[in-house]
């Protein structure tokens, strides 16, 4: 079995910066994609920013630039995904949720919501103007 536990979310002013992480508990397939969405109040979930076990990351074109998504592995059963967030928009303001999908038939970035499997259980991000 596989857990995810968020943390690192809050308030900040626009501009400023943020990192979410995600703890990932379990031991992982040889292929994944590891998945940072997002969810603003009356919105659809979106894919915020991927990465795979090649360590290829995709991302919006929202948050070109700005956001970074990296995995750091302890050992297989022990990996942490974080999202660091630099010059923060109102825009940006949702629940952030990490997600994980095993066994790839495909490329990570195909992937949409309905298709992951495990999921944390989400961390709030507020920015102000």
């Known amino acids: 079995q596989v857990h995810l536990v968020e943390s690192g979310g809050g308030s900040v002013q626009a501009g400023e910066s943020l990192t979410v992480s995600c703890a990932i508990s379990?031991?992982?397939?040889?292929?994944?994609?590891m998945t940072w969405f997002r969810q603003a109040p009356g919105k659809e979930r979106e894919g915020v920013e991927r990465?795979?076990?090649?360590?290829?990351?995709?991302?919006?074109d929202s948050v070109k630039g700005r956001f970074t998504i990296s995995v750091i592995s302890r050992d297989n059963a022990r990996n942490t995904l974080t999202l660091q967030m630099n010059s923060l928009k109102p825009e940006d303001t949702a629940m952030y949720y990490c997600?994980?999908?095993?066994?790839?038939?495909?490329?990570?970035?195909?992937?949409?919501?309905?298709?992951?499997?495990?999921w944390g259980q989400g961390t709030q991000v507020t920015i102000s103007s």
């Open positions: 990465i795979n076990n090649y360590g290829t990351s995709t991302y919006a």
């Open positions: 997600a994980v999908l095993f066994n790839l038939n495909t490329n990570c970035a195909d992937y949409g919501v309905a298709d992951f499997t495990y």
């Open positions: 379990g031991y992982l397939s040889s292929t994944y994609c």
